[in-house]
T-cell receptor, first 114, second 114 residues
Framework: DVKVTQSSRYLVKRTGEKVFLECVQDMDHENMFWYRQDPGLGLRLIYFSYDVKMKEKGDIPEGYSVSREKKERFSLILESASTNQTSMYLC?????????????FGSGTQLSVL | KQEVTQIPAALSVPEGENLVLNCSFTDSAIYNLQWFRQDPGKGLTSLLLIQSSQREQTSGRLNASLDKSSGRSTLYIAASQPGDSATYLCAVRVKPSNTGKLIFGQGTTLQVKP
């Protein structure tokens, strides 16, 4: 089974801090994604990457950056955390397989910015 | 612009009932459709994926159907159990991962009462 591991289950940070959220997948997937999930807004794509060192903006990239130095690891960076970035962050990965492509998610990181 | 809608937003049924969750999308030109389950405070677990050329997929007590022409998918759960209580999300892919993203519905929160 595919395993997508997010480094922290819960995280509490202060406004202005630099925050790193880490995600690792063990199935050699080329595609990786970062979503945030908020009540009433559903899942929104922040950034995705389809190859090492490649990144593409999603729907809400402002205030975030990403890093993909190795194929298995995709990091989300909050350069200067703000209270409106309090959210559930979900990492996902997939293998490009045409119409059979399936997305696998990690367990999520609940981030609170105080 | 593709939009995905799930109705109802919440559903409560007694244990043992068969039930249907609905998902509709506005653009029939989809690549595939995926159903997920999410337990409170957790990540998403993939349940079923239906490719654009398929009409349905089955896994245990779950059956998902796809009617592209009408822009609809249904998730049928047979003989519901309290352990089925969760939020169910559908998502459509309109392009391959390296060029596009999944578009999620808001989800249906299911409660199965013992």
């Amino acid at each position: 089974d595919v395993k997508v591991t997010q480094s922290s289950r819960y995280l509490v940070k202060r406004t202005g801090e630099k925050v790193f959220l880490e995600c690792v997948q063990d199935m050699d997937h080329e595609n990786m994604f970062w979503y945030r999930q908020d009540p009433g807004l559903g899942l929104r794509l922040i950034y995705f990457s389809y190859d090492v060192k490649m990144k593409e903006k999603g729907d809400i990239p402002e205030g975030y950056s990403v890093s993909r130095e190795k194929k298995e690891r995709f990091s989300l960076i909050l350069e200067s955390a703000s209270t409106n970035q309090t959210s559930m962050y979900l990492c996902a990965s997939s293998l490009t397989q045409g119409t059979n492509e399936k997305l696998f998610f990690g367990s999520g990181t609940q981030l609170s910015v105080l | 612009k593709q939009e995905v809608t799930q109705i109802p937003a919440a559903l409560s049924v007694p244990e043992g009932e068969n039930l249907v969750l609905n998902c509709s999308f506005t653009d029939s030109a989809i690549y595939n459709l995926q159903w997920f389950r999410q337990d409170p405070g957790k990540g998403l677990t993939s349940l079923l994926l239906i490719q654009s050329s398929q009409r349905e997929q089955t896994s245990g007590r779950l059956n998902a159907s796809l009617d592209k022409s009408s822009g609809r998918s249904t998730l049928y759960i047979a003989a519901s159990q309290p352990g089925d209580s969760a939020t169910y999300l559908c998502a459509v892919r309109v392009k391959p991962s390296n060029t596009g993203k999944l578009i999620f519905g808001q989800g249906t929160t299911l409660q199965v009462k013992p």
